[in-house]
């Protein structure tokens, strides 16, 4: 209870709210903008927690992540395109029920299932973390290292429907991480005799490369943003009254897709994209008018929406607990708190209660500011879409290129989100998940050392099999393996029947 009450002192501080309501404006921007994303966004905030206490920068970045993943829906729902990937299934029934003479309805329908995901997915978070870090306290070397494989083993379904691809871009991720001087013994690995490579790749100027400016490249090679438009004196009332008998009406939908959209979130790797294609995909299963289903089904809308904010809950579950990111957004939390010295994980909960309360505050906190900012602030967001690309790219630019120069106050991590930035575009444009690229990057330096640790500690490898946790891990480890193959197995058959009828068609 004390801690929980020093929590609220820090949180409930003007400077830290303000920076929370800074952050979900922002993300709302940039997620109803068509082609920025919520974690580019959040990339862009990273470098600006180096300069604030851990908790303000975590509120920050917390603030720009649920607001992204509510703005998304905007440009869902009126344009028919999703500001986020995570907004994609929203557009099945919002846009139709715009294109019904509903726009004030749909994206009412939408912000509220939003609210009410982020609710139940930050319950179940706090509930959850605390149990999950006091089993993993107990972790040794042996533990920490089958942790570390299993999360890898995520990297085998972050292929896109190719398993190859996912595991080329994860072991690329490991071998990045291997630059530097060896974390054991300091021998000189890969540094072709460049002093600035002693220390490694610094992953946050690669964080910062691979998702944002990346995502610049791609969007150098479109002018179809340009062309976004919508009609500003659209009729956005609804009164609150219908939205909460609409969400009370389908409140086993909201339940039920915000459970769905926590647990796939809690999947490292898996994201809010799959949580809101998922829960749709369920919800049209479960419903006895599923024919209906993308005609403006009040239904759809709510189960995307609840599923895409209560992953993010869920996200945060392995990440602070198990000290494995459970998204994108979540490994740079991570940065944010290892530049300051934390270590997300088993420990985290026990010697940083403080802040460990101040961050599930700041979720629930962030959520309310989400919903108020959002309900009141739609026609301004709307306006955003009216500003021609060719201006907002040079401007995240420059942010992209002084966040990596903050770093460390070095030329050299500039060259590094370029290079980096480089590789990200040709990884998306030729079907690379970046996701698993990151979590390679992240864990395989975390692998090595808890294996070195547990060798030099005792040399008998079958430790890590005959200790239970360890053992239950690698088990875990094989059975995501053989999933992984299992289901690219699946859709290779899926696609040459397809082809086959397609032939015989």
């Excluded at 139709?96 to 982020?118: D, I, Q, T």
């Excluded at 139940?120 to 706090?126: E, K, T």
């Excluded at 964080?207 to 500003?232: H, M, N, P, Y």
């Excluded at 739609?378 to 420059?398: C, G």
Aim: aromatic fraction near 10%; hydrophobic fraction near 50%.
């Amino acid at each position: 209870m004390e801690n929980l009450l020093l929590s609220i002192e820090a949180i409930l501080q003007w400077d830290t709210l303000l920076l929370m309501v800074v952050g979900v404006i922002a993300g709302i921007v940039f997620g109803c903008i068509p082609g920025f994303t919520i974690t580019m966004a959040v990339a862009l905030t990273l470098p600006f927690s180096f300069s604030l206490e851990p908790l303000q920068g975590i509120s920050l970045m917390m603030g720009v992540w649920l607001g992204g993943a509510s703005g998304g829906l905007i440009s869902a729902c009126l344009l028919g395109i999703p500001g986020t990937p995570s907004a994609m299934a929203t557009t099945f029934d919002g846009y139709p029920m715009v294109k019904n003479g509903e726009p004030g309805r749909a994206l009412s329908l939408g912000l509220w299932a939003s609210f009410a995901g982020s609710l139940i997915g930050g319950i179940i978070l706090v509930l959850a973390a605390p149990l999950l870090s006091s089993w993993a306290i107990k972790f040794g070397p042996w533990e920490f290292f089958s942790l570390m494989v299993f999360g890898l083993s995520a990297i085998a379904t972050l292929g896109n429907g190719n398993l190859i691809k996912g595991l080329i871009a994860g072991l690329l991720g490991v071998f990045i991480g291997t630059f530097g001087l060896d974390p054991v013994g300091g021998a000189q690995r890969f540094t072709f005799g460049l002093t600035d490579l002693l220390s490694g790749f610094n992953y946050l100027p690669i964080l910062i490369g691979i998702f944002a400016f990346s995502q610049l490249l791609s969007e150098v090679t479109k002018s179809s943003a340009d062309k976004f438009k919508l009609d500003k004196n659209i009729n956005l009332h609804y009164p609150i009254s219908k939205v909460i008998k609409d969400l009370a009406t389908s409140w086993v939908s909201v339940i039920r897709s915000s459970l769905v959209g926590t647990f796939v979130g809690a999947l490292p790797g898996a994201g809010s994209s799959i949580a809101n294609i998922l829960s749709y995909d369920i919800e049209k299963k479960m419903s006895k008018h599923s024919n209906l289903f993308g005609t403006g089904r009040k239904e759809g809308i709510i189960a995307a929406e609840a599923a895409n904010n209560s992953s993010e809950g869920g996200a945060l579950i392995p990440t602070l607990a198990l000290g494995i990111p459970g998204s994108a957004v979540t490994v740079m939390m991570m940065g944010a708190l290892l530049v300051h010295g934390i270590q997300p994980g088993p420990y985290f909960l026990v010697s940083e209660p403080v802040l460990a309360y101040g961050i599930f505050l700041a979720f629930f906190i962030s959520a309310i500011f989400m919903l108020l900012i959002q309900a009141f602030g739609i026609r301004l967001f709307l306006r955003i879409t009216d500003i021609p690309m060719h201006y907002l790219l040079p401007v995240v630019l420059i942010l992209c290129a002084l966040g990596s120069f903050a770093v460390n106050n070095r030329v050299f991590d500039i060259w590094v989100l370029l290079i980096f930035g480089v590789v990200g575009y040709f990884l998306k444009k030729f079907n690379f998940t970046l996701a698993a690229f990151v979590l390679g990057v992240i864990l395989g330096p975390m692998t090595e050392v808890n294996l070195r640790r547990a060798i030099s500690t005792d040399a008998d490898l079958t430790l890590f099999f005959t200790r239970p946790i360890s053992g239950v891990l690698l088990g875990l480890t094989i059975a995501s393996l053989i999933y992984a193959v299992v289901s690219e197995i699946r859709n290779e058959r899926k696609l040459q029947s397809e082809s086959s009828n397609s032939i015989k068609g």
